[in-house]
T-cell receptor, first 111, second 114 residues
Framework: GEDVEQSLFLSVREGDSSVINCTYT??????LYWYKQEPGAGLQLLTY?????DMKQDQRLTVLLNKKDKHLSLRIADTQTGDSAIYFC???????????FGKGTRLHILP | NAGVTQTPKFRVLKTGQSMTLLCAQD?????MYWYRQDPGMGLRLIHY???????AKGEVPDGYNVSRLKKQNFLLGLESAAPSQTSVYFC?????????????FGEGSRLTVL
């Protein structure tokens, strides 16, 4: 079945790198996404990667995709207090009209 | 550019009351979605629509109804509210499949059922 799994919590010291991991089940997914939800707000697309790519870099963000293991990760370099949020991994199975979200990883920044 | 707008943002209901949440988008998106977000459960899809006049069930449709009479609006109805429907509700919209499929979210509607 369809399932996207990620750990629920991550604590990182300010200035360190954060790595949020995700596993997905549908190998037909064309796009894989990372969404960010700040307190009291809706989700916003942070970045996405096309399924034929292994890596995508965008400023402090690096997305790595391992299709063989169905594993997606988001690395945030030089983590700042403004990065404190819930990060959702998501996939779009080709056969579906829906986007499947994971439960979200709450990133907590330690001073 | 307003994007996706949800009304109301907060509502308190008594068990058995009915209400409608309104979602409006001004981006000419074909697809619209209603999600609920509960602690530890992530986002769960209630209903969605792939175009004006169409609706489909998501993961947790029971107790909810929807309508998409106009392309820009997607209504979520609770006919007889229950405490289990206490949640934060998010509406989202997107272009039809074939593009990146990015979802644009509203700010959420917090519903409490007593």
């Amino acid at each position: 079945g369809e399932d996207v799994e990620q750990s629920l919590f991550l604590s990182v010291r300010e200035g360190d790198s954060s790595v949020i991991n995700c596993t997905y089940t549908d190998s037909s997914s064309t796009y894989l996404y990372w969404y960010k939800q700040e307190p009291g707000a809706g989700l916003q697309l942070l970045t996405y990667i096309f399924s034929n790519m292994d890596m995508k870099q965008d400023q402090r963000l690096t997305v790595l995709l391992n299709k063989k293991d169905k594993h997606l990760s988001l690395r945030i370099a030089d983590t700042q207090t403004g990065d404190s949020a819930i990060y959702f991994c998501a996939e779009t199975p080709n056969r579906d009209d829906k986007i499947i979200f994971g439960k979200g990883t709450r990133l907590h920044i330690l001073p | 550019n307003a994007g996706v707008t949800q009304t109301p943002k907060f509502r308190v209901l008594k068990t058995g009351q009915s209400m409608t949440l309104l979602c409006a988008q001004d981006m000419n998106h074909e697809y619209m979605y209603w999600y609920r977000q509960d602690p530890g459960m992530g986002l769960r899809l209630i209903h969605y629509s792939v175009g004006e006049g169409t609706t489909a069930k998501g993961e947790v449709p029971d107790g909810y109804n929807v309508s998409r009479l106009k392309k820009q609006n997607f209504l979520l109805g609770l006919e007889s509210a229950a405490p289990s429907q206490t949640s934060v509700y998010f509406c989202a919209s997107s272009y039809a499949k074939g593009r990146t499929g990015e979802l644009f979210f509203g700010e959420g509607s917090r519903l409490t059922v007593l």
